[in-house]
């Protein structure tokens, strides 16, 4: 006697970004991904023209379902508990509006309201060259000291893109 034992993998999750303000959907990345995640799968799609996806031949399972929307939340997921041959849609509203203001003057913290300890967040590679005399000063290439201050930054990585902090607050350790 023998016997097949199949465990069936039927489910489906099928949905949609909708985004809530068309006006600024030129927020929205081009390339947007899908990411589903339990215990047992680790998956991405990429999302149609139509900001559409679909995930197939799913078991029954508790999964995550995540967004590569930059300017949207990177830490929110939605739990779905997928059912065994259940088609399962999920779709989501978004508001792309990129949360951070580009100002060239120097706002005031998000959390302790004072401008003393905001300095700008520099993206990109940062390269500085300096060449230090025997006494331990700075001095540029022809040897004359270097007195003046050195402007305060923060390094916020080598990648640009267009919805990014733009000010950093020491004292909070706060990008804003």
């Excluded at 040897?143 to 923060?154: L, P, R, V």
Aim: overall charge positive.
């Amino acid at each position: 006697m023998f016997s097949i034992f199949c465990n069936a993998q039927n489910g489906k999750i099928v949905g949609k970004i909708i985004v809530n303000d068309s006006e600024n959907i030129k927020h929205l990345p081009k390339n947007i991904y899908a990411f589903l995640k339990s215990k047992t799968i680790n998956d991405s799609i990429l999302l149609n023209e139509n900001l559409e996806f679909k995930f197939e031949n799913l078991k029954a399972d508790t999964l995550k379902l995540s967004f590569s929307v930059r300017n949207y939340p990177t830490n929110m997921y939605y739990i779905i508990q997928l059912n065994e041959n259940e088609i399962y849609t999920a779709d989501i509203s978004i508001c792309p509006v990129c949360p951070y203001k580009n100002s060239e003057e120097k706002p005031k913290c998000i959390k302790c309201g004072k401008k003393d300890k905001v300095i700008p967040i520099v993206y990109g590679f940062i390269s500085k060259v300096y060449f230090v005399n025997k006494k331990g000063k700075k001095v540029d290439k022809n040897g004359n000291e270097i007195t003046t201050k050195e402007k305060k930054y923060h390094a916020g990585g080598c990648l640009v893109s267009e919805c990014q902090p733009n000010w950093y607050c020491e004292r909070d350790d706060t990008e804003f």
